[in-house]
């Protein structure tokens, strides 16, 4: 879990040249998993990032990945706005503290900002279509050669098996007082299902995918377009319904997973359609008919996932997550569930 006190060794900032005083840190962003501060001096501005190592283990495949990505892109899409890291006075794109972790630099856009909730199908169509995008850029690039940062992240055979086994092995009594929610997911069971159709269909591409397709990961300029996407920690070979899906997963409802007030959750129409309408103004060239047969399936499939992944870690006593307060990670995956239920009440008018 994030928390804004978390004191940054000096030898970062030596590595850097940042040390000498000048620089204003103020903790930013609102990520669950790793620490984000911005360093500002006069009209300067920085981004330093811990890696949750917990988390991305082999923090030089996403080092790796990068620079191939970044490579490529300058090759092949010079105008794309690809935000690579600050290397190090060493010429290194990470900086390891003992006891701390790796650390990492990146240009702060100047003139850009990010968004914390989708207020407008304006703005859930730039998104879309600037995922959509990066990953259209990326088609020729042989996805083989990227590294897998989290091994099994989205997939969601292995989550449910967690799941599963958190239901004999988790904490007693959250198993007992999450007996409704835990018949919810088992009701939806047959999203995995269709998952595993999916992975054995050879018309379903294994692409280069972002994996986190949040709107606080796009940067938009002060016209209100969307310049290019960031948080690229999770990038690597997967399926496009992770990425169209996050999108209904974080875009749809007005209310964020935090919501405890599930009547506050609501799937919007207008949002659904600027989510299409963007993804696949890029997409639609590469995507094959079974592909784009499961374009509602795909908010199903990640809407539920991280239902489960809340599901599991509240059984599990937050281990991943962390939790604010008690029932944080209960209370988020009811409101999953509950977004779940509302999007597939519309499975018969938005399937063809
Ligand atoms: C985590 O750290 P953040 O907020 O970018 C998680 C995502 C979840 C998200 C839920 C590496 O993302 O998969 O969808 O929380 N990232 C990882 O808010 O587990
Ligand atoms: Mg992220």
Redesign the pocket.
Known sequence: MNTTTTPIPSPVLEAWGLHDGSWQIIPFG?????HTWKLERGNEALILQRINHN?FKTPHDIAHNMTLIGDFLQQHHPSYHFVAVKPTLQGQPLFFVAGHGYYRVFPFVQGSHTIDVVNTPGQAFEAARQFGLFTKMLTSLDVSKLRTT?PGFHDLTSRYQQFLKALETGDRDRRRDSAELIQQVISFSDIVTKFEAIRKNPDFKLRVIH??T?ISNVLFNNEQKAVCVI?L??VMPGYFISDLG?MMRTYLSPVS?EEKDIEKINVRAGFYKAIMEGYLSAMKPVLSQAELDHAFYSGQFMIFM?AIRFLTDHLQNDVYYGAAYPGHNFHRARNQLTLLSRLTAHEKDWTN
């Open positions: 609102t990520g669950l998993i790793n988390v989290i994996h986190d949040k948080d920690d999770t996050d997973e991280q």
